[in-house]
């Protein structure tokens, strides 16, 4: 039997953050009518930053969150915890689509970062938060090339303050893979954390700050109702004078947004934890998270107890943009992915995962979150995240809240609060234009990093699909 298949053959299919004996009990469903000031429907990170946030800035304020089935069951307890303060899906994406602003967002996702671990402190969030920083490697001449070019750039506009390039060695000596060539080192714009946890402790500080929150409890239809809205449930309806909706990749109360938004699904593989004599092989002394720069990436992080998360490279479309709960499992892309694995750190030969899980996420064709109101104002939406949001999700709370309260703020202000991306096409086109993407971008991985037409044509439209 092969290395890989080896690696594999006891690994459990289920997120390693969600197999946790500190789990806690649901919260019971919501039988009857309540009344609120504040409905917020969803309970992952998005859902859970807005309900806290709201009960902070008015104490008085009466809240209600409405989860379908448990907090952090979806992306939130599933994804590979990076909290970065990037808003806009990293720096380039952001300088492409919003130049003239570009210092003003990174530096409110500066801020926004900050504020997460200001909130870890002051609510006591058991989550692993580490300020590690993120380093982005090269892994082919092309790549290396690219990131000297890109650290020039940014340089010159004045945003590569807490950057530092990196040549091999430089590099590997942080963290030492035969495949790293080059790499880019972000300092201070990421940490890493359990993102279960934090989903578990952001439930538990709404409940101690009076949030009325409801598990396995849909939301299944929106309309006005008087001053206000009406959510009905399965078992009973909320009426609100305000709602926010925090459901990211599941379809949308509001069906003009659902079209803005598809479904990606991303997949990760968790190792056994490392002896002292492996992690010494790799180095990985500063615990910093990784991604690699090719189009087609990993992204990849050790865990508190010395476990590799290794994930990325697949992001696999389903035709007609369906969640479903069988495309969580995808063993051929736990292959690739454990081939991928031992190939970055042969030093590793012998290492077993013991979890392999996949999930959706939402994507849009900016890459990044977007915002909106419906019904005069009285809902707000965020979504589109792209993978991004253990720390984004917190700004989109604050953007929601101060939209539903009518503020001008710095926030709302930002031509990315108040832009849309363009809406994603009908099947078959969607399905179509998805895969041919996908299809070039892997064509360029190959090919030392050459855009085709295609790709070419999809830049100029700000459009596009990232792994």
């Known amino acids: 039997m092969s290395q890989w298949k080896r690696s594999l053959a006891d690994a459990q299919p289920v997120s390693y953050w969600l197999d946790d004996p500190a789990r806690p009990r649901p919260e019971p469903a919501l039988t009857g009518v309540e009344s609120c000031d504040l409905l917020v429907v969803g309970g992952g990170y998005s859902g859970l930053w807005t309900a806290l946030i709201a009960k902070e800035r008015d104490p008085d304020r009466d809240v209600v969150l409405l989860e379908g089935r448990e907090t952090g069951w979806a992306a939130s ?15 380039a994406n952001g300088l492409a689509r919003w130049p003239e602003e570009i210092h003003r967002l990174q530096e409110l996702g500066a801020r926004n970062l900050d504020a997460v671990e200001e909130a870890v402190v002051r609510h006591g969030l058991d989550c692993d ?58 300092r201070r714009g990421v940490a890493l954390l359990n993102p279960a946890r934090l989903v578990w402790s952001l439930k538990r500080a709404c409940l101690r700050l009076g949030v009325r929150l409801y598990e396995h409890t849909p939301a299944l239809t929106l ?8 959510v009905r449930t399965p078992y009973g309806a909320v009426r609100a004078r305000t709602v926010a909706l925090g459901t990211n990749v599941f379809p949308s109360l509001v069906r003009r947004v659902r079209p803005y938004t598809v479904p990606v699904y991303d997949y990760a593989l968790m190792t056994e934890p490392l002896t002292p004599a492996q992690l010494a092989s790799v180095g990985w002394k500063n615990r ?16 508190a107890d010395h476990r590799v998360l290794w994930g990325g490279y697949d992001a696999v479309y389903p035709y007609g943009g369906r969640v479903r709960a069988e495309y969580d499992d995808r063993p051929e892309t736990w292959a690739r992915l454990a081939r991928h694995f031992f190939t970055c750190f042969p030093q590793l030969e012998g290492v077993r995962f013991t979890h392999a899980w996949g999930g959706a996420i939402d994507t849009c064709s900016r890459f990044s979150a977007f915002f909106g109101t419906a019904h005069r104002g009285r809902v707000a939406y965020a979504a589109g995240y792209t993978g991004l949001g253990v720390g984004a999700t917190r700004f989109g709370a604050e953007v929601m809240l101060d939209l539903l309260a009518g ?41 030392g990093g050459r855009r085709n037409l295609w790709l070419r044509t999809m830049d100029r439209l700000g459009l596009g699909f990232d792994s």
């Not at 309309?223 to 009406?230: C, K, N, S």
Request: charged residues 25%.
């Open 77 to 91: 307890g599933r994804n590979g915890g990076f909290c970065a303060a990037s808003l806009t899906h990293g720096l």
């Open 288 to 303: 910093q998270g990784l991604g690699d720069s090719a189009n087609r990436f990993h992204y990849f992080r050790l865990s």
């Open 129 to 186: 938060f580490e300020r590690t920083g993120e380093i982005d490697v090269a892994t082919a001449p092309h790549q290396a090339r690219e990131l000297a070019e890109w650290y020039e750039e940014i340089r010159r506009l004045g945003l590569a303050d807490d950057m530092e390039y990196l040549d091999a060695d430089a590099v590997r000596d942080h963290v030492d893979s035969p495949t790293f060539l080059a790499g880019l080192h972000d």
């Open 407 to 447: 503020e001008r703020t710095e926030r709302t202000e930002t031509a990315m609060v108040r832009g849309k991306p363009l809406p994603f096409p009908p099947e078959p086109f969607a399905w179509t234009g998805i895969a041919l993407t996908k299809w070039s971008l892997a064509r360029a991985d190959s090919h």
């Open 223 to 230: 309309r006005p109702h008087g001053a206000g809205m009406a």
